[in-house]
């Protein structure tokens, strides 16, 4: 699979589209004043105390406090704020990290009261951004994403990814680590790791342990809320998670953020450095790549499939509704119950893309064409469940219903993206209603007298729709002879039929517009 990465960098944000074969399956947005991005750590200030939620809000210095549940604690809790406590109040060179005493694992269905207390500093990391109305959603099981491994403080875990099949590597990944791997520390192994050298591994962990570090430095030195660490930036972290062989090329139209990327691609793949493409074409990136165009028929309510089915979005606070219709695809020579199935196949390839397109979380509901086949059913439900293998999500897609409805959970850890594609009607200036179509001439003749007498300008050109064209120009007495006697200047009119009925503009002797 063909896989590029176009980025469009301006002043306020940075736009990151992901396209597979061409084709755009994800986009991400990220401002450049996101303070309260997934994967940032805070020293947080507990505010209060639930203990009907079993849960606490904590001051992390968003204009909302951040919700903290006791399932987010994590179980070695006890030791992370014991550990923030001593090196908050100076004494981190007293003891080893590594040699840190671990504090027994909390209950899994304990209270929150006998763990926090009102007024309590710990140290935190989002684990969701602000949404709606909503404040972030923290967590203190810090973790820290490399390109390989995960690294976990307070834990002595190695997890492999599931998705490294063989035996044989896993052993041989465990072992390594082992080997490797500082006291007090867990790992998480991550499928790009499969047959990765010792030296890669070893570089990925120490970074990341480096990032333990630098916390641990800091920490004498503020006072809750404050920020203690970010998160890589959008582009960085989607080119940690995603880079691999099958990328081709990353296209960036800014000079300082190609460097920077440039730098970042030699830090975690020096063998990839020749990806990164400096765009100086003079079209805007988006649009010399379609991805403009894809945009706007990928986003909106209805969204149109090349075969002429069309999907029905709609969202909702609690859920997302999606519904499938076949629109004029019917082949004549196959069943009603075939074409059913056809359809539905291909709605669900492009329901998987939207998914990830639009960064959709929550309960979707996918209402398919009925089909009564329990065979055909089957076999829909296992191509979603294939389609949606390349969404990097947590989600679970469950089988269809007696109702031919289909369940999609999809974590969600961001705002859902969301592009307006419908334009302001440039007659009513998306008020809904227009000025009266008499009052039409007066507005021009209110212009004219201006353009003629105060600015004495010669030989106007103005252009009209072929409508006003004709009641200016034809009957006992035109528009166009008025002006002349008035003003002592013929005004040269000219149709354009690709204007709405009540748009005009005036034109100078060099045929520029002249804008009022």
Same mark, same amino acid.
């Given at each position: 699979?063909?896989?590029?990465?176009?980025?469009?960098?301006?002043?306020?944000?940075?736009?990151?589209?992901?396209?597979?074969?061409?084709?755009?399956?994800?986009?991400?947005?990220?401002?450049?004043?996101?303070?309260?991005?997934?994967?940032?750590?805070?020293?947080?200030?507990?505010?209060?105390?639930?203990?009907?939620?079993?849960?606490?809000?904590?001051?992390?210095?968003?204009?909302?406090?951040?919700?903290?549940?006791?399932?987010?604690?994590?179980?070695?809790?006890?030791?992370?704020?014991?550990?923030?406590?001593?090196?908050?109040?100076?004494?981190?060179?007293?003891?080893?990290?590594?040699?840190?005493?671990?504090?027994?694992?909390?209950?899994?269905?304990?209270?929150?009261?006998?763990?926090?207390?009102?007024?309590?500093?710990?140290?935190?990391?989002?684990?969701?951004?602000?949404?709606?109305?909503?404040?972030?959603?923290?967590?203190?099981?810090?973790?820290?994403?490399?390109?390989?491994?995960?690294?976990?403080?307070?834990?002595?875990?190695?997890?492999?990814?599931?998705?490294?099949?063989?035996?044989?590597?896993?052993?041989?990944?465990?072992?390594?680590?082992?080997?490797?791997?500082?006291?007090?520390?867990?790992?998480?192994?991550?499928?790009?790791?499969?047959?990765?050298?010792?030296?890669?591994?070893? =570089?990925?962990?120490?970074?990341?342990?480096?990032?333990?570090?630098?916390?641990?430095?800091?920490?004498?030195?503020?006072?809750?809320?404050?920020?203690?660490?970010?998160?890589?930036?959008?582009?960085?972290?989607?080119?940690?998670?995603?880079?691999?062989?099958?990328?081709?090329?990353?296209?960036?139209?800014?000079?300082?953020?190609?460097?920077?990327?440039?730098?970042?691609?030699?830090?975690?793949?020096?063998?990839?450095?020749?990806?990164?493409?400096?765009?100086?074409?003079?079209?805007?990136?988006?649009?010399?790549?379609?991805?403009?165009?894809?945009?706007?028929?990928?986003?909106?309510?209805?969204?149109?499939?090349?075969?002429?089915?069309?999907?029905?979005?709609?969202?909702?606070?609690?859920?997302?509704?999606?519904?499938?219709?076949?629109?004029?695809?019917?082949?004549?020579?196959?069943?009603?119950?075939?074409?059913?199935?056809?359809?539905?196949?291909?709605?669900?390839?492009?329901?998987?893309?939207?998914?990830?397109?639009?960064?959709?979380?929550?309960?979707?509901?996918?209402?398919?064409?009925?089909?009564?086949?329990?065979?055909?059913?089957?076999?829909?439900?296992?191509?979603?469940?294939?389609?949606?293998?390349?969404?990097?999500?947590?989600?679970?897609?469950?089988?269809?219903?007696?109702?031919?409805?289909?369940?999609?959970?999809?974590?969600?850890?961001?705002?859902?993206?969301?592009?307006?594609?419908?334009?302001?009607?440039?007659?009513?200036?998306?008020?809904?209603?227009?000025?009266?179509?008499?009052?039409?001439?007066?507005?021009?003749?209110?212009?004219?007298?201006?353009?003629?007498?105060?600015?004495?300008?010669?030989?106007?050109?103005?252009?009209?729709?072929?409508?006003?064209? =004709?009641?200016?120009?034809?009957?006992?007495?035109?528009?166009?002879?008025?002006?002349?006697?008035?003003?002592?200047?013929?005004?040269?009119?000219?149709?354009?039929?690709?204007?709405?009925?009540?748009?005009?503009?005036?034109?100078?002797?060099?045929?520029?517009?002249?804008?009022?």
């Amino acid at each position: 699979m063909n896989k590029e990465l176009v980025i469009d960098s301006n002043g306020s944000e940075v736009n990151i589209a992901l396209l597979e074969d061409k084709t755009l399956v994800e986009l991400h947005k990220e401002q450049n004043n996101n303070d309260f991005t997934v994967g940032d750590v805070f020293l947080g200030k507990v505010r209060k105390i639930m203990p009907g939620l079993n849960a606490a809000f904590v001051d992390v210095g968003y204009k909302k406090d951040a919700f903290l549940h006791y399932l987010d604690l994590g179980p070695q809790v006890r030791t992370l704020n014991n550990y923030t406590r001593l090196v908050q109040q100076g004494k981190g060179d007293k003891f080893s990290y590594e040699k840190f005493k671990r504090e027994p694992d909390i209950e899994k269905t304990g209270k929150i009261t006998r763990v926090l207390n009102p007024g309590q500093e710990i140290l935190v990391q989002v684990a969701k951004e602000p949404i709606s109305t909503k404040g972030p959603r923290i967590s203190t099981e810090i973790s820290f994403p490399g390109r390989f491994l995960v690294l976990l403080p307070f834990s002595d875990k190695i997890s492999i990814s599931q998705k490294i099949r063989s035996k044989e590597e896993r052993g041989r990944l465990k072992r390594l680590l082992m080997s490797i791997k500082p006291q007090n520390f867990g790992v998480i192994v991550r499928t790009v790791a499969e047959n990765k050298k010792v030296a890669e591994l070893d =570089a990925d962990l120490r970074n990341l342990v480096s990032k333990w570090d630098k916390i641990s430095a800091k920490l004498p030195h503020l006072k809750a809320p404050q920020k203690v660490l970010s998160e890589l930036d959008r582009t960085s972290a989607i080119l940690r998670d995603l880079l691999n062989e099958s990328f081709n090329n990353i296209h960036i139209n800014d000079p300082a953020l190609y460097d920077e990327v440039k730098e970042f691609i030699e830090r975690i793949a020096p063998e990839k450095m020749d990806i990164v493409k400096a765009y100086k074409g003079r079209e805007p990136i988006f649009e010399h790549f379609n991805i403009e165009r894809q945009i706007r028929n990928s986003f909106g309510k209805n969204v149109t499939i090349k075969s002429g089915v069309y999907l029905i979005i709609e969202h909702t606070e609690a859920l997302h509704v999606i519904d499938v219709n076949s629109g004029h695809r019917v082949n004549k020579d196959n069943s009603q119950e075939q074409n059913a199935l056809v359809t539905n196949t291909e709605a669900a390839t492009e329901i998987a893309r939207q998914l990830r397109l639009r960064d959709m979380g929550g309960i979707i509901v996918v209402d398919f064409i009925d089909m009564h086949d329990a065979k055909n059913r089957r076999a829909l439900f296992e191509h979603l469940k294939n389609e949606m293998e390349k969404d990097r999500a947590k989600h679970s897609v469950l089988p269809p219903s007696k109702f031919g409805l289909i369940q999609i959970t999809r974590q969600r850890v961001r705002p859902e993206m969301s592009v307006e594609v419908m334009e302001k009607c440039p007659v009513c200036n998306g008020t809904g209603q227009i000025k009266s179509s008499i009052t039409i001439v007066d507005d021009i003749e209110n212009n004219l007298e201006y353009l003629l007498r105060d600015q004495n300008l010669n030989r106007l050109t103005l252009g009209v729709h072929p409508f006003i064209y =004709a009641y200016l120009t034809k009957g006992k007495l035109p528009k166009q002879w008025k002006w002349f006697w008035e003003y002592k200047k013929w005004v040269k009119i000219k149709e354009m039929k690709n204007q709405h009925m009540l748009e005009y503009h005036f034109f100078d002797q060099n045929q520029e517009e002249i804008k009022q």
